[in-house]
């Protein structure tokens, strides 16, 4: 079936680096990706999106890659900060949404 | 501010006991989903709606029911809550229903004794 998943469950990254969370989808058909970061307590946040048309997309300090050839998406924050201590994941849009289990990014000081 | 608002936070309940949790928001959506999120199970669809008078189940909707008189309002409701259904739960809504993100509410954290 589809699926949506992260390589790996928790991250830890040292501040100041830079940081990068994977994901694989299975749906060749998904034509929209989303990451999210989502903070204890708090519900899932929008962090950036990209459609299949393209293969990199940057914010602010953010940027996602996806990579169609091999149903890869990443996400790169640089210059880590302890403000980015969350469960980061991705989630791909056909006419169903369909989320990953999530990567804890754990910031070392 | 655009945002989601749900209500209550919180929420302590005994099993049979109707309970109806609200979830508004103020950015014209036309698209509205609630969630569950469990450990280990990540997030689950229960019941979503794209617009006004539709709504359809997602992939958990036993022992739920939702409505949607209004653009911006969409309830869930518990006929009769199961511990079973301790959770957290999220409304999230997005402007369409295939290529915008959802938009998440803060959660409302339930349990049923």
């Known amino acids: 079936g589809e699926s949506v998943g992260l390589h790996l469950p928790t991250l830890s990254v040292q501040e100041g680096d830079n940081s990068i969370i994977n994901c694989a989808y299975s749906?060749?058909?998904?034509?929209?990706f989303i990451w999210y970061k989502q903070e204890s307590g708090k519900g899932p946040q929008f962090i950036i999106d990209i459609r299949s048309n393209m293969d990199k997309r940057q914010g602010q300090r953010v940027t996602v890659l996806l990579n169609k050839t091999v149903k890869h998406l990443s996400l790169q924050i640089a210059a880590t900060q302890p403000g980015d201590s969350a469960v980061y994941f991705c989630?791909?849009?056909?006419?169903?949404?369909?989320f990953g289990k999530g990567t804890r990014l754990h910031i070392l000081p | 501010e655009a945002q989601v608002t749900q209500n209550p936070r919180y929420l302590i309940t005994v099993t049979g006991k109707k309970l109806t949790v609200t979830c508004s928001q103020n950015?014209?959506?036309?698209?509205m989903s609630w969630y569950r999120q469990d450990p280990g199970l990540g997030l689950r669809q229960i019941y979503y709606s794209m617009n006004v008078e539709v709504t359809d189940k997602g992939d958990v909707p036993e022992g739920y029911k939702v409505s949607r008189k209004e653009k911006r309002n969409f309830p869930l409701i518990l006929e009769s809550p199961s511990p079973n259904q301790t959770s957290l739960y999220f409304c999230?809504?997005?402007?369409?229903?295939?290529?915008?993100?959802?938009?998440f509410g803060n959660g409302t954290r339930l349990t049923v004794t």
């Open positions: 950015m014209n959506h036309e698209y």
């Open positions: 749906n060749s058909a998904s034509d929209y």
């Open positions: 989630a791909e849009r056909d006419d169903k949404i369909i």
């Open positions: 999230a809504s997005s402007l369409g229903h295939n290529n915008s993100p959802l938009h």
